[in-house]
C-alpha cells in the first residue's frame, strides 16, 4: 500500500486535497537510506482512528518520538508495554489530578484517539535519533491545512495548544467558535511552568459537555 493510499478515503473527502506527492517521494528516498519512526503502516494512524466527522478535540505534538519502538503515529503515544517518555508521564500525571482517574497502565492513547481525540503531530515522520529532523520535508504545511480545515468544518472542538510551538498554530483556528487552551508544554523542562495545574481534561469536558474518552 502506498503511503497516499493510507490516508483514508473519509479525510480525502474532507479535506479535498491530498498528500503532496513531493511529501510521499522525499519519504520514500529517507526510508531508502535510514531508519524512519513511525513504522510505514503507523503514519497516519491519527487520522485512521479518528475519523473527520468524530473529531471534538485536537491535540497538538510537534514530531514523533525518535527512539526505537516508540512512534505510533498518534501526538504523545507510545505502544503497548513501551516505557512512558517524561511528556507523555506529566500528561497522565495531570490527566489524574484532574479527573479524579488513575494513571493508566499503558502509554497508548488509541483509546483516546477512538473517543474523538485527533492526536496530531504537526511533522508526521523523523529519522530515528534525530528530532526535528524531517521538519523541512513539507509536513507542516499539510497539517496545518488539517486544522485550518477543522475549523472551517467542524463543529464547534476543543484545540489543546501546548508550549509555544503549539501556540504558534493559533492563527489557524477560528477562536470565535472554537474553544482554544493554550497552556506550557508537558515536558519535565516546562510542566511546573504551567502544565500542572492546567485542568485541560475538565475544561475541555465542560466546553463540549462531555466526559474525556477513558483510557
Given at each position: 500500500m502506498s503511503y497516499a493510499e493510507q490516508l483514508p478515503p473519509e479525510w480525502r473527502a474532507f479535506l479535498k486535497?491530498?498528500?503532496?506527492?513531493?511529501?510521499?517521494?522525499?519519504?520514500?528516498?529517507?526510508?531508502?537510506?535510514?531508519?524512519?519512526?513511525?513504522?510505514?503502516?503507523?503514519?497516519?494512524?491519527?487520522?485512521?482512528?479518528?475519523?473527520?466527522?468524530?473529531?471534538?478535540?485536537?491535540?497538538?505534538?510537534?514530531?514523533?518520538?525518535?527512539?526505537?519502538?516508540?512512534?505510533?503515529?498518534?501526538?504523545?503515544?507510545?505502544?503497548?508495554?513501551?516505557?512512558?517518555?517524561?511528556?507523555?508521564?506529566?500528561?497522565?500525571?495531570?490527566?489524574?489530578?484532574?479527573?479524579?482517574?488513575?494513571?493508566?497502565?499503558?502509554?497508548?492513547?488509541?483509546?483516546?484517539?477512538?473517543?474523538?481525540?485527533?492526536l496530531l503531530n504537526s511533522v508526521l515522520t523523523v529519522r530515528a535519533h534525530h528530532p526535528g529532523s524531517h521538519r523541512a520535508l513539507g509536513w507542516e504545511a499539510f497539517t496545518d491545512r488539517v486544522i485550518e480545515q477543522i475549523s472551517r468544518e467542524n463543529a464547534p472542538t476543543a484545540f489543546l495548544l501546548w508550549g509555544n510551538w503549539a501556540q504558534t498554530k493559533r492563527r489557524l483556528i477560528d477562536t470565535e467558535r472554537h474553544f482554544v487552551l493554550e497552556s506550557a508544554h508537558p515536558s519535565p523542562l516546562s510542566a511546573r511552568r504551567g502544565f500542572f495545574g492546567s485542568r485541560p481534561f475538565s475544561r475541555t469536558e465542560a466546553f463540549l459537555k462531555a466526559p474525556w474518552p477513558e483510557l
Open positions: 486535497f491530498d498528500v503532496p506527492r513531493e511529501i510521499l517521494d522525499a519519504l520514500e528516498r529517507e526510508r531508502s537510506s535510514a531508519t524512519v519512526f513511525p513504522p510505514p503502516g503507523m503514519v497516519f494512524n491519527a487520522f485512521a482512528l479518528t475519523p473527520p466527522g468524530k473529531v471534538r478535540i485536537v491535540l497538538l505534538g510537534q514530531d514523533p518520538y525518535h527512539d526505537d519502538g516508540q512512534a505510533e503515529g498518534l501526538a504523545f503515544s507510545v505502544p503497548e508495554g513501551v516505557k512512558f517518555p517524561p511528556s507523555l508521564r506529566n500528561i497522565f500525571k495531570e490527566y489524574a489530578a484532574d479527573l479524579n482517574r488513575a494513571i493508566p497502565d499503558s502509554g497508548s492513547l488509541r483509546n483516546w484517539a477512538r473517543g474523538g481525540v485527533l
